[in-house]
């Protein structure tokens, strides 16, 4: 049975940082690329971060550019987004995904196969 947990979450003001995990089961880790996605109430999901199964490689989402890193340990099938300088419009349920391949872009929710539960991040001003 595939599990994706999501911790982490929490309050912060703005301008404070929160690091997110993502534990992974179920799945061989190492071969499967690993997305965070957030979703405001009343807003759709939007991708955050991605990064490939071996964690070469990673992209983001013009928003968090600069302000947020996605990594992962394929020893602890964890994955984790490090957000630094976060801001108000950051607050939203965050959640990992993990997918094996990508036909269209990365940022597309319907190209992940596996999800978590999520966690909230809340921002106040």
């Known amino acids: 049975q595939v599990q994706l947990v999501e911790s982490g979450g929490g309050s912060v003001q703005d301008g404070g940082s929160l690091r997110l995990s993502c534990e992974v089961s179920g799945l061989r880790n190492s071969r499967d690329s690993m997305g965070w996605f957030r979703q405001a109430p009343g807003k759709e999901r939007e991708g955050v971060a991605i990064?490939?199964?071996?964690?070469?490689?990673?992209d983001y989402a013009d928003s968090v550019k600069g302000r947020f890193t996605v990594s992962r340990d394929n020893d602890k099938n964890t994955v984790y987004l490090q957000m630094n300088n976060l801001k108000p419009e950051d607050t939203a349920m965050y959640y990992c995904?993990?997918?094996?391949?990508?036909?269209?872009?990365?940022?597309?929710?319907?190209?992940?196969?596996?999800w978590g539960q999520g966690t909230q991040v809340t921002v106040s001003s």
């Open positions: 995904a993990a997918t094996r391949s990508l036909r269209r872009a990365w940022s597309d929710p319907d190209e992940w196969y596996y």
């Open positions: 990064i490939s199964a071996g964690g070469r490689s990673a």
